[in-house]
Structures are given as structure tokens and as C-alpha cells.
């Protein structure tokens, strides 16, 4: 199965990637979603119940971020299993760029199942898994929108190099000059 879309976003490129670490935020958003947990910076724990062509479970997992570029892109790979022994595995790219006062969230998400979820066949997945994209957005337009809209912080400055980073090597400077205007005017 493979998803691709964009969906624009009432908020900042950075407070949308923030957001989007935010494993709270993502719990509130995902439908179906009983706990989201940072295990590190990039690995997350997952629990949730989901409803796929009449297959009911409940699904333990992880999901992996990788490729971070804050607050421009991402990768992530995910997988759940079940009791009932299906498999959900996948991937997906997400793309950040601001659009239109707020941001455009790019994505592209390729997803396989096995076991009892694998039998419903793809149809029946592509139906269910554009579902759960389409609650988990809508719910996360919906609380980017309460959001608040703070200033991106500043980029850190680059430090100084040369002679501008000092004063002492302007007056170095100042000084041989002084020396060669001197040296030239009094024995010339």
C-alpha cells in the first residue's frame, strides 16, 4: 500500500515539527492511539486498537525517526503486531516547507501487512489506512489551529572570523599603518 498527499497546516514549520515530536500531541491525534511513549530522541513506543476490513486489534509497536533535518524534513519506519498475529510494517517521508501563512506538510507513506490483516487484501488496506490519514489530519489541523503563533527562533549567528571578531586586531592594523605613514613621513 502507498500514500501520498500534502495537507496544509495552521501553524509555523517549527511548531508543526515540534508537534509533530510531541508524543502527546500525537496521541491526542492518532485515532485509535492508547499510548505513545518517547523511548529516546527518535524512537517511540506505540499502543492502539485499529479496525481494518473487520479485522479488530490491538496493536504493539514502534516507530523509528530518522534523517531529522528540523524543521524541514524526516523519515520514520513503523511496526505494530498483534495477538491475533497480524503485522503492520512501514515507512514514510515527511516534508515540511512554509505555504501561505502556515505549512505545507508533505508525505508519502508505503505500508505492507501480514498474518489476518494481510488477508483483507489491499483494497480493504488502502481504504482503511487513507482513514486513518484523513482522522489523524483532520485532528491535528484542529489542534494547530488552538495553537498560538510564536516566531520562529532565531538561526544562531555565525561567528565572527578574521579581523572583525577582534578589536585588538583592528588596532594591530591601525598600528602598522600608523608605522608606514610615520616611517615614510619622517624618512622620505
Known sequence: MRLA???????TQHQTWDALMDPEVLQKCLPGCIKLER???????????????????????????????????????????????????????ITLSPKDDGTRLAYTVAAMAGGTLGK????????????????????????????PRVAPPPEPEEPSRGLTSSRWSWLAVAAVVIVIVGYHALFK
Open 5 to 11: 498527499d500534502a495537507q496544509w497546516i495552521p501553524s
Open 39 to 93: 523511548q529516546s530522541p527518535t524512537e517511540y513506543a506505540l499502543s492502539m486498537r485499529a479496525n481494518v476490513g473487520g479485522v479488530q486489534a490491538q496493536y504493539e509497536g514502534e516507530i523509528l525517526l530518522s534523517e531529522l533535518k528540523p524543521p524541514h524534513s524526516f523519515s520514520l519506519a513503523f511496526e505494530g503486531k498483534s495477538q491475533t498475529s497480524s503485522l503492520a510494517i512501514g515507512t514514510a517521508q
Open 120 to 147: 483483507v487484501g489491499e483494497q480493504a488496506l488502502i481504504k482503511a489506512g487513507g482513514k486513518l490519514v484523513e482522522k489523524f489530519f483532520t485532528a491535528f489541523i484542529d489542534q494547530m489551529a488552538k495553537v
